[in-house]
């Protein structure tokens, strides 16, 4: 049987706030346990709520940006369960009118494709605390610092159909949400994780399987990985005759598995009910305008002026518009060159990324700045040195030897385009190669490189290549 | 020195008569020699009390004195205060010593008010007796057989017996004005936004507020003067002026129109408590009010829609005690869910785990629309009744309660009698409109409130026509015998 995988996704996106989204507590990462939580963060008796004014901006961006509602009124309301770490028995949420819905968001697949995946709502809440399960023994320690951080939980329609998808959507949202400046996207500190909704059906049918959900993946990697292990798993079960139940089930990552959590008969009926501690939310279209008038320019359209203005392949202008950060120094980068779009895109992506990656640095980490590759590309461009020595150049730059002229002059890259030095070289390698010389003149014309490469060698790759051709066949035909 | 007004003791201690500290220590003493009786204080801060009263005669002496600086008030167990056991009358909070000081205990320390203590009340609020407090009973001073009322029924019994000037209370569904009733004093709950919630202990969240038990209602204008007011800290407050309560409180009645809901005045009523209202009434068209009888007929509905949305929320406002991070803990848990399971059988009482169990059942999968959306849109045509009312009325008036206090334990096995001693009061609360009672007669021997329904932010108007009645009228000035 031929199976289709369906797969919704739920995405939490901490808000970039300073302060807490009902306190003023401070939302900063790492400090000691239980130091940054207040009265409220802490569910003291008689403590209230009180919204923090710029998550809706934050939430409103988002929504105009992936084509949403964003709701002239929505409600917080209360999901109500218990346990430790969640200090008042029950969370903040919104239910039924969360402040954004109906949107979607187009994702490029590797084969060209696009795909247009749907939206269906996206709602503010509070985080709760955190467990601390290893530091005790038969204890359990609760850390209330994280309780009330403000997360934008975005919820996909269940369109996506393998665990490529996923992530390719899940991707574009974390460029979105950083583009946009409402989250800073850290995942290994928890600021952007997603459940995944994953179920199959046999390939045609209308109808959607049983799913599971699959709980706080926090990487890209780890989302593929859990999605492609649940869909055989699924595929086991059925072909073994059995039901998959619905049920929550978390990604194992050092074994590489899904394992069940609880099921649906140990779901907690939440009792979601309007809070009334806070007031709805009520936005107006002035408002909402406002925000709209500011938003930056978003990935898609940024692409597009990239093919355009750059004459980029749709390739290059994907991958290059896939941060902001990234996009920001790509431009930077050209204007410095006075508009070398190809050159500088290929320099970004290849030996930039390269060397970044192989650091595990960020871009706005780069030792070397868009200026100064700019003005090295530039020494490119107007036959300074040719591509081959502008690397020991780049590479001089990373390590702090300074801008490309110093260190052309200090090393004496400098090309060699005096057509009568390459002349001399040329008959000096010709004259110490007679027999070559000779199986060339007699048809074996690929040996012209063979000659190119001795006089690079000699000129220490400082002769310009298209100008050693050149004369080079000129003797040679003589 | 019992008899005297607000007023008259803050001319006192500006004249230098007597001094902010004599005056708190003559109620200290008061309450160490009379509350034995009569149970109305949790927790007396009798020498914080002192430190108080001696920084606010400095502050009088310098002049920069306000209507309550020096003023010994008794605050009810449910507002937090910093530094002081905040039990709500609940074995939950016994040992909950609040880290800060609720807006309603910030502003009266600012005002120089003197807290002498925290005042007795049913456990969290839920009950119209007094008697489901962790702390037992209160009783009612003027028949120690008899409950004060409740929830604020500490504070109402204190003041009644003179035990303070003045004392705070809450109002979810009448926790002011039925305990002020049936302990002969005044009461007023303000608009539902008036006073902040901030760090009064929840209930019922969109339903409760603050507001003061005093003698008369022009101490009760001072007292609400200073609890008045818009806080950021609280969403649900209002960010509108606060009239200036005393100004108005001489204004004529003339031309004011009164209006009498004929569904306050049908059967459940003590005929005796009706013929004690409507001799009231007599008195205000003698101050030239013009009575009209008025309709609201959704009345019937209040009780059982009050009965869905109170526990509803309480449900939810109490599952913070759980035991995890403060009050209550059960002796040695064996898991999560024993910690939790005890934690809360042990330390809640009987009523607060009804209400509680009520109000999960709400709000339950399934029951959601039948039961809780079903109430809210109740809530909203009771309110419209009240709307449609004040398009030809100034001010509502019946009684406050159907019948005066009752016995202790008459009513403690049958909720549904109790529940219905506040069947004149709920709707406001679910309206959100001001409302308050005051004395107005006696039936053998007890006392019977007045209760006056204002429009939205008509505290000004609700406080002037009680006050004219109390300058024609004596019986808030009557006091219990045996409190000398």
């Known amino acids: 049987m031929e199976w289709e995988v369906v797969i919704g996704l739920e995405i939490h996106a901490q808000l970039a706030t300073r302060s807490k989204i009902f306190s003023a507590a401070p939302t900063a990462y790492g400090a000691e346990p239980n130091t940054q939580a207040c009265a409220v963060d802490l569910g003291l008796p008689g403590v209230l709520p009180v919204l923090n004014a710029s998550v809706v901006s934050m939430a409103a961006k988002f929504g105009l940006a992936t084509h949403s509602t964003v709701a002239r009124r929505s409600v917080f309301a209360r999901k109500n369960y218990f346990y430790p770490d969640l200090p008042k028995g029950y969370q903040i949420s919104q239910f039924e009118l969360p402040i954004v819905h109906g949107g979607y968001l187009d994702i490029d697949m590797q084969d060209g494709e696009t795909r247009r995946i749907g939206i269906t709502r996206a709602h503010l809440e509070e985080d709760a605390g955190k467990s601390l399960h290893e530091d005790f023994q038969d204890e359990t320690g609760i850390d209330l610092n994280r309780a009330g951080t403000p997360l934008l939980e975005i919820v996909s329609e269940p369109d996506m159909r393998s665990a490529a998808e996923a992530v390719a959507y899940m991707k574009k949202i974390h460029a979105l949400v950083r583009y946009l400046e409402i989250c800073d996207g850290n995942m290994q500190e928890g600021s952007f994780r997603c459940d995944a909704n994953v179920s199959i059906r046999p390939k045609g049918q209308q109808a959607f399987g049983t799913r599971a959900e699959i709980k706080n993946i926090n990487s890209?990697?780890?989302?593929?990985?859990?999605?492609?292990?649940?869909?055989e798993r699924q595929i086991e079960v059925i072909e073994g005759g059995g039901e998959v139940v619905q049920e929550t089930r978390l990604y194992d990552a050092d074994r590489d598995e899904t394992r069940s959590m609880r099921s649906k008969e140990e779901a907690n009926?939440?009792?979601?009910?309007?809070?009334?501690?806070?007031?709805?939310?009520?936005l107006d279209q002035a408002f909402i305008d406002e925000i709209e008038k500011a938003l930056p320019?978003?990935?898609?359209?940024?692409?597009?002026?990239f093919v355009q203005i750059y004459d980029l392949p749709r390739a290059d202008a994907t991958a290059l518009t896939g941060s902001r950060e990234l996009a920001d120094y790509f431009e930077r980068t050209v204007a410095a060159t006075g508009g070398e779009g190809k050159l500088c895109a290929n320099w970004v992506m290849g030996e930039l990324s390269g060397v970044l990656n192989k650091e595990g640095r960020d871009i706005s980490e780069s030792p070397v700045s868009p200026e100064l590759l700019g003005g090295m590309l530039q020494r490119i461009s107007d036959g300074t040195i040719s591509g081959k020595i502008a690397k020991q150049v780049f590479e001089a730059m990373w390590s702090g030897e300074g801008d490309a002229d110093t260190i052309i002059e200090k090393k004496g890259l400098r090309q060699i385009t005096d057509s009568g030095a390459i002349e001399k070289i040329i008959r000096d390698v010709l004259e110490a190669n007679p027999k070559q010389v000779e199986q060339y003149r007699g048809g074996q014309e690929k040996l012209l490189g063979f000659f190119v490469g001795q006089v690079m060698k000699i000129s220490q790759g400082k002769a310009n290549p298209g100008e050693v051709n050149k004369i080079l066949k000129q003797i040679l035909s003589g | 020195m019992l008899q005297k007004s607000i007023s008259e003791l803050a001319a006192g201690l500006r004249s230098g008569e007597f001094s902010s500290a004599e005056l708190t220590q003559s109620f200290i003493d008061r309450i160490q020699r009379y509350d034995s009786q009569l149970n109305s204080v949790i927790t007396l801060t009798d020498s914080a009390a002192l430190d108080a009263a001696k920084a606010a005669d400095a502050r009088l002496k310098s002049g920069d004195v306000t209507a309550l600086t020096g003023i010994p008030f008794l605050h009810k167990d449910i507002f937090c205060t910093d530094g002081v056991r905040t039990s709500c009358g609940s074995r939950m909070l016994d040992s909950f010593v609040a880290p800060y000081d609720a807006t309603v205990t910030a502003k009266l320390k600012q005002a120089g008010a003197v807290m002498l203590g925290k005042?007795?009340?049913?456990?969290?609020?839920?009950?119209?007796?007094?008697?489901?407090s962790f702390y037992g009973p209160v009783k009612n001073p003027w028949d120690q057989q008899r409950v004060p009322g409740g929830s604020s029924g500490g504070s109402a019994a204190a003041v009644a017996a003179r035990l303070a000037p003045l004392a705070?209370?809450?109002?979810?569904?009448?926790s002011i004005r039925q305990p002020a009733a049936l302990c002969g004093i005044t009461g007023i709950k303000p608009t539902y936004g008036r006073v902040s919630r901030y760090g009064m202990i929840a209930f019922a969240s969109s339903l409760d507020q603050a507001g003061p038990l005093a003698t008369s209602a022009q101490d009760a204008a001072i007292m609400l003067q200073a609890m008045a007011g818009f806080d950021p800290r609280d969403s649900t407050s209002i960010d509108q002026p606060v009239d200036q309560y005393a100004e108005s409180l001489d204004d004529d009645l003339a031309g004011l129109t009164i209006g009498l809901p004929k569904e306050y005045f049908g059967a459940g009523l003590d005929t005796q408590v009706g013929a004690a209202v409507e001799a009231a009434v007599e008195a205000y068209k003698k101050l030239g009010a013009q009575v009209r009888d008025i309709s609201l007929p959704n009345t019937s509905l209040a009780v059982p829609a009050y009965y869905v949305v109170a526990?509803?929320?309480?449900?939810?406002?109490?599952?913070?005690?759980?035991?995890?991070?403060?009050?209550?803990?059960?002796?040695?848990?064996?898991?999560l869910e024993d910690l939790y399971v005890r934690s809360r059988g042990e330390g809640f009482g009987d009523e607060v785990k009804r209400r509680i169990l009520v109000g999960t059942y709400a709000l339950s999968a399934g029951y959601y629309d039948a039961y809780y959306l079903k109430a809210q849109q109740v809530r909203r045509l009771i309110r419209d009744d009240f709307v449609q009312a004040f398009k030809e009325v100034d001010i509502i008036m019946g009684p406050t309660s159907p019948g005066t206090a009752f016995r202790l334990g008459e009513r403690c096995d049958d909720p549904v009698t109790m529940y219905l001693s506040d069947i004149y009061t709920i709707a406001v609360n679910l309206a959100g409109l001001p409302g308050m009672s005051i004395p107005a007669g006696m039936v053998d021997g007890l006392p019977v409130?007045?209760?006056?329904?204002g429009n939205y932010f008509e505290e000004a108007r609700l406080l002037n026509a009680a006050h004219r009645y109390q300058q024609v009228s004596d019986w808030h000035t009557r006091m219990p015998a045996g409190f000398e």
């Open chain 2, 449 to 453: 409130g007045l209760q006056l329904i």
């Open chain 2, 168 to 174: 705070t209370g809450t109002d979810t569904g009448g």
């Open chain 1, 220 to 231: 890209f990697r780890f989302v593929e990985r859990a999605i492609n292990y649940e869909v």
């Open chain 1, 297 to 305: 320019e978003l990935p898609d359209a940024k692409r597009e002026r």
């Open chain 2, 311 to 335: 526990p509803a929320e309480c449900s939810s406002n109490l599952s913070r005690m759980d035991g995890v991070r403060f009050g209550y803990r059960c002796e040695d848990p064996k898991d």
């Open chain 2, 119 to 132: 005042t007795n009340m049913d456990e969290f609020a839920m009950g119209s007796s007094n008697e489901t």
């Open chain 1, 269 to 282: 009926d939440y009792r979601y009910f309007p809070d009334p501690d806070l007031l709805p939310v009520e």
